[in-house]
């Protein structure tokens, strides 16, 4: 049983490109959410899912782009990437919105 | 913006002793969530406690709520270094949305 697997684990990237954090999860959790955690800033919600083709927004949503065609994976787009999205992503889910949510390692992203 | 505030934001005790950290927030709640963060890693859940608790205990975990004083407290007792982590209070105030974190608290456990 993987739980939640983020992948990369690391990425460099330059200014405007685009790119895709990878999230699959294995528990067939309807709720899934990507975080983004900058210092001193805790975690931040960027967009969420509540089932498979139903995605919203959390509070930090432009810039980034979300789909849910399937309950295991819930892709998050960076469009065109800016050094302000320099930053530890994290997925979640889980099988409840009040649940406590699963996690993965992260993804580590640096935007130059 | 941040539900919940952890405080202090830093904290360095030595081993067995014990680490209290606590969590304000601003609007109703259904229940308060802890994670813990150790360094490189995603957040892993240690408890829960729902609106119309006050108290719950998980092995060395004691966490209080007082939904009057909207704030919680997290206590570790006999503290080991191996609890050298951050620390995140998470709750579910906002109609529609995840969980909101707070900032953290860093502990340090020295041995």
């Known amino acids: 049983n993987a739980g939640v697997t983020q992948t990369p684990k690391f990425q460099v990237l330059k200014t405007g490109q685009s790119m895709t954090l990878q999230c699959a999860q294995d528990m067939n959790h309807e709720y899934m959410s990507w975080y983004r955690q900058d210092p001193g800033m805790g975690l931040r919600l960027i967009h969420y899912s509540v089932g498979a083709g139903i995605t919203d927004q959390g509070e930090v949503p432009n810039g980034y782009n979300v789909s849910r065609s399937t309950t295991e994976d819930f892709p998050l787009r960076l469009l065109s990437a800016a050094p302000s999205q320099t930053s530890v992503y994290f997925c979640?889910?889980?099988?409840?919105?009040?649940?406590?949510?699963?996690f993965g390692d992260g993804t580590r992203l640096s935007i130059l | 913006s941040q539900q919940g505030e952890e405080d202090p934001q830093a904290l360095s005790i030595q081993e067995g002793e014990n680490a209290t950290m606590n969590c304000s927030y601003k609007t109703s709640i259904n229940n308060l969530q802890w994670y813990r963060q150790n360094s490189g890693r995603g957040l892993v859940h240690l408890i829960l406690?729902?609106?119309?608790?006050r108290e719950k205990h998980s092995g060395r975990l004691r966490v209080t709520l007082d939904t009057s004083k909207k704030s919680s407290s997290l206590l570790i007792t006999a503290s080991r270094a191996a609890d050298t982590a951050s620390y995140f209070c998470a709750t579910d105030g906002n109609a529609g949305n995840m969980l909101t974190f707070g900032g953290g608290t860093r502990l340090m456990v020295k041995p």
């Open positions: 406690i729902r609106s119309n608790e």
């Open positions: 979640a889910s889980s099988p409840e919105r009040r649940q406590p949510q699963h």
